[in-house]
């Protein structure tokens, strides 16, 4: 069998405040930007890596979830407990550097970890946690 992760979701409530962490503190391109206003699927990924991508999605646009589960999805955001995804880089600490001078919510500095693994992590701002691990 002959599997690639493609695309992985995280949700987003202010597309324009999404794009400036993603595109400008983060440095990936933005591939396609489709609907308007604040309802936009915008896909974005890393420069040069056309096989991976993120997209960013609003939550509430899917038809099937009830105003209840919108209400739960938005709490779960502003707490910063609803979506996350794990990245990683060769230079854990100029990632770092790059990433926090761009003024985004720090979570953790740049940690060795118990279990093996070297890491950092921030927050975007829809709340989601974007970790950075190590490659070694």
């Known amino acids: 069998m002959d599997i690639t992760i493609h695309t992985t979701v ?12 993603y595109r400008d503190a983060l440095g990936f391109e933005v591939r396609s930007d489709v609907g ?3 309802t936009r699927w915008i896909t974005v990924g890393p420069v040069g890596r056309p096989d ?13 979830i009830t105003e209840a589960e919108r209400r739960t999805i938005a709490e779960m955001m502003a707490k910063g407990t609803y979506g ?9 600490d100029g990632t770092f550097e790059k990433v926090q001078a761009r003024d985004v919510e720090v979570v953790q500095e740049p ?26």
């Open 84 to 92: 996350w995804i794990l990245l990683a880089t060769p230079d854990l």
């Open 111 to 136: 940690t060795e970890q118990p279990y093996g693994v070297r890491d950092c992590a921030f927050r975007d701002p829809a709340g989601n946690l974007v970790r950075f691990q190590e490659l070694r």
């Open 10 to 21: 995280l949700p987003h409530d202010d597309p324009d405040a999404s794009l400036a962490f």
């Open 52 to 64: 991976t991508s993120i997209l960013l999605a609003p939550p509430g646009a899917d038809p099937g």
């Open 36 to 38: 308007q206003g604040r």
